[in-house]
């Protein structure tokens, strides 16, 4: 059964860095891509960054500069390196892997997208950024 446990969370002060991790457990198939999504309170859940399996990325205009989003392909590990962090950062963040339909589909796109009922995803790890 494939399992996806995210770890890294914390409290920081603003400006801080953090780097979460995400491990897929349960299979090894790095045709899938990932992603790595956040929900703050009383907003929409929200793409961050997603990675397809070629190491093309694509991120959020919000994060663009600060945030770096990687994969280990031995160890099937998802992080997300978090640098010059603001307040509005605050939130859960998710990490989330699947398979793009078809091979017309670039997967960074599909991940990016992905709608919670898709896919494979993590219970989230929690991101407090104080000013």
């Known amino acids: 059964q494939v399992q996806v446990v995210e770890s890294g969370g914390g409290s920081v002060q603003a400006g801080g860095s953090l780097r979460l991790s995400c491990a897929a457990v349960?299979?090894?198939?790095?045709?899938?891509?990932m992603a790595w999504f956040r929900q703050a309170p009383g907003k929409e859940r929200e793409a961050v960054a997603a990675?397809?399996?070629?190491?093309?990325?694509v991120y959020a205009d919000s994060v663009k500069g600060r945030f770096t989003i990687s994969r280990d392909y031995a160890k099937n590990t998802l992080y997300l390196r978090m640098n010059s962090l603001k307040p509005e950062d605050t939130a859960m963040y998710y990490c989330?892997?699947?398979?793009?339909?078809?091979?017309?589909?670039?997967?960074?796109?599909?991940?990016?997208?992905?709608?919670?009922?898709?896919?494979?995803w993590g219970q989230g790890t929690q991101v407090t950024v104080s000013s």
């Open positions: 989330a892997t699947d398979q793009a339909p078809n091979l017309d589909l670039w997967g960074g796109s599909w991940c990016f997208s992905l709608p919670p009922t898709t896919g494979y």
């Open positions: 990675i397809d399996s070629d190491s093309s990325t």
């Open positions: 349960g299979f090894s198939d790095n045709s899938y891509c």
